[in-house]
């Protein structure tokens, strides 16, 4: 990481995991076709490899692109099943007045079942307003990339 932006050998390891498997199925379709295209006399050896190489760097990129997008997804989700699981422990609390472990155990199962229930239910808004930080995200690299590397 360079100056807080993710560079070329910080790559995602899923993605470094992929590439092998991604490189050889982008030879055996994509690149195929551009050797074998309508006129292989009209396109020389080094201008089909320059080709292949190019949708190459696009396809990696918009799997990149993906999985960053996952990522932040999957972390402001959390984030928001944390507020309102720590809401409803916190309301069931100051209800109750005090709780011990075996009050702990199953109010911790049903905050954790409602939350689930309540990002399911509302999965619309809650991707409204993800993409809506997303977007925000995407003119702060900064915070963007800390929030993929560290969280």
């Known amino acids: 990481m360079r100056n807080g932006k993710l560079d070329e050998r910080d790559e995602d390891p899923f993605i470094l995991s992929m590439e092998f498997e991604l490189d050889r199925i982008i030879r055996e379709n994509v690149c195929k076709e551009i050797f074998l295209g309508d006129d292989p006399d009209q396109v020389s050896q080094k201008e089909a490899e320059l080709e292949c190489q190019r949708r190459r760097r696009t396809i990696m990129e918009v799997l990149k692109k993906s999985v960053r997008m996952q990522r932040l997804y999957f ?10 699981s720590a809401l ?21 199962i049903f905050v954790f079942v409602f939350s689930l229930l309540f990002s399911r ?11 809506k930080i997303i977007r925000f995200l995407d ?12 969280i």
């Not at 972390?75 to 309102?84: P, T």
């Not at 239910?121 to 993409?131: G, M, T, V, Y």
């Open 121 to 131: 239910l509302f999965d619309n808004q809650i991707l409204s307003l993800c993409l």
């Open 139 to 150: 003119s702060h690299e900064g915070i963007r990339d800390t929030l993929l590397r560290y």
């Open 88 to 108: 409803v422990t916190f309301s069931v609390i100051i209800y109750v007045g005090s709780i011990n472990v075996i009050d702990a155990i199953i109010l911790g």
């Open 75 to 84: 972390v402001i989700r959390s984030i928001l099943m944390g507020l309102v």
